[in-house]
Nanobody, 128 residues
Framework: QVQLVESGGGLVQPGGSLRLSCAASGLGVDDYAISWFRQLPGKEREAVAA????????SYADSAKGRFTISRDNAENTVYLQMNSLKPEDTAVYYC?????????????????????WGQGTQVTVSS
């Protein structure tokens, strides 16, 4: 059974940093495309970053470029999202999603409907 568990969210001041973790079980993170999404109440999930399987191609939303970094630790079976220079508009629930066989290319993140495996989310609040 596939399970994704996000952690690392919290309250941070503008300009601060957080590192989100997506721990996977029932799948190998090096066999799946893994993406991070975020969502505000009443709004659709917005893609933030994605990482492909073995070749490690990374893709970022414009809002994340230069501030967020997605990475994968195969030994820990975990994908991370390092978020720096956080802004109040980054406040949202952050979800990780995984899909086998999904192709990630630079500058493009498959939308939420392409993923069948989701975590429960972790709240990120950026506020002074």
């Amino acid at each position: 059974q596939v399970q994704l568990v996000e952690s690392g969210g919290g309250l941070v001041q503008p300009g601060g940093s957080l590192r989100l973790s997506c721990a996977a079980s029932g799948l190998g993170v090096d066999d799946y495309a893994i993406s991070w999404f975020r969502q505000l109440p009443g709004k659709e999930r917005e893609a933030v970053a994605a990482i492909s399987t073995s070749d490690g191609v990374r893709s970022y939303a414009d809002s994340a470029k230069g501030r967020f970094t997605i990475s994968r630790d195969n030994a820990e079976n975990t994908v991370y999202l390092q978020m720096n220079s956080l802004k109040p508009e980054d406040t949202a629930v952050y979800y990780c999603a995984a899909e086998k066989g999904l192709v990630i290319v630079t500058f493009t993140i498959p939308p939420a409907g392409f993923y069948t495996n989701w975590g429960q989310g972790t709240q990120v609040t950026v506020s002074s």
